[in-house]
Each structure stands twice: as structure tokens, then as C-alpha cells.
């Protein structure tokens, strides 16, 4: 029959120096590991209000990116003669390339840096040119709405 306190079962293992470094260096790569995921999961970063102003007499939709070839952004439309707030926006770092459409054509893109946004109180001017460009396509004006 055997023991129920085996003086051997009591006993420590011995620790040698490897198993004491494979230990320490779990510990350090999970560390990097949850420092690395933490990071990816982190919220991505908002801008509080973008005013957009539309003196056009159209209808323009408007987008937002970081340039040709990132994701785009869709703000929403912003009616003629009028200034739309949209917010939280989410943040497009140091380059704003705003694009605007009427109609599914083109209007044209403005780009803007981040310093410039600030500076101007997160205001966008649709461009004059984004309604000549619409005007040369031969696109009529948006019916007119109740205010």
C-alpha cells in the first residue's frame, strides 16, 4: 500500500537557470503582446463638430478622407445656401481631402491640412469652383425648400 505523504511527493523541484529564463521570458512577451493589443483596440480619435458651409444653389454631398486611395467618409448632404454641423467626426490626421458630388457627378475635392481646419474653427467653405465645375456639366440648380 502506499503512502498518503510520500516524502518525495513533498520535496521541491529544483530549479535550474533555463526554466527560470523560459519563465521571465513568457512574462516579457506577454507583456508586449497585451501592450501591442491594447493598442490596436484603442478608440480611434473624433473631431468634436465640422461646420460645412454651402453658398451653391445646389445640393452637395459631402465626403471625407485622408486622400486618393484611403476610405472615404460619408458626412452627408448639405443644402443649398445652407451650414450643416456634423459630429464626431472621425479624425483624418494631418491631410482633409473633403469631396463633393451633386447628382452622382463630380464636383471636385478641397484638401486641407489639419493646422488649417483648426485655424479656421473646424469651418469647410464648399468651394466656388465645385459650383462652376457642376454649372459646366450642365447640372440645374436644386429645387428650392421651405426654410
Given amino acids: 500500500m502506499k503512502r498518503v ?5 513533498l520535496a521541491r523541484p529544483r530549479t535550474d537557470g533555463r526554466r527560470l529564463a523560459r519563465l521571465l521570458a513568457t512574462a516579457v512577451l506577454g507583456a508586449v503582446a497585451l501592450t501591442l493589443v491594447t493598442s490596436a483596440m484603442a478608440p480611434p480619435d473624433f473631431v468634436d463638430r465640422d461646420l460645412v458651409v454651402n453658398d451653391s444653389p445646389y445640393d452637395v454631398v459631402v465626403e471625407v478622407s485622408q486622400g486618393q486611395g484611403t476610405p472615404v467618409l460619408g458626412l452627408g448632404t448639405v443644402p443649398q445656401r445652407r ?3 456634423f459630429d464626431a467626426v472621425l479624425d483624418q490626421a494631418d491631410s482633409w481631402a473633403f469631396h463633393f458630388t451633386y447628382g452622382g457627378e463630380e464636383g471636385g475635392t478641397l484638401v486641407v491640412g ?4 483648426e485655424g479656421d474653427g473646424w469651418t469647410v467653405p464648399i468651394p466656388r469652383a465645385v459650383q462652376s465645375q457642376l454649372e459646366r456639366k450642365g447640372l440645374p440648380p436644386s429645387p428650392a425648400t421651405r426654410t
Avoid: F, G, N, V
Wanted: aromatic share 0%; charged share 25%.
Fill in 83 to 85: 451650414s450643416i454641423a
Fill in 5 to 9: 505523504l510520500d516524502p518525495e511527493q
Fill in 114 to 117: 489639419r493646422s488649417a481646419l
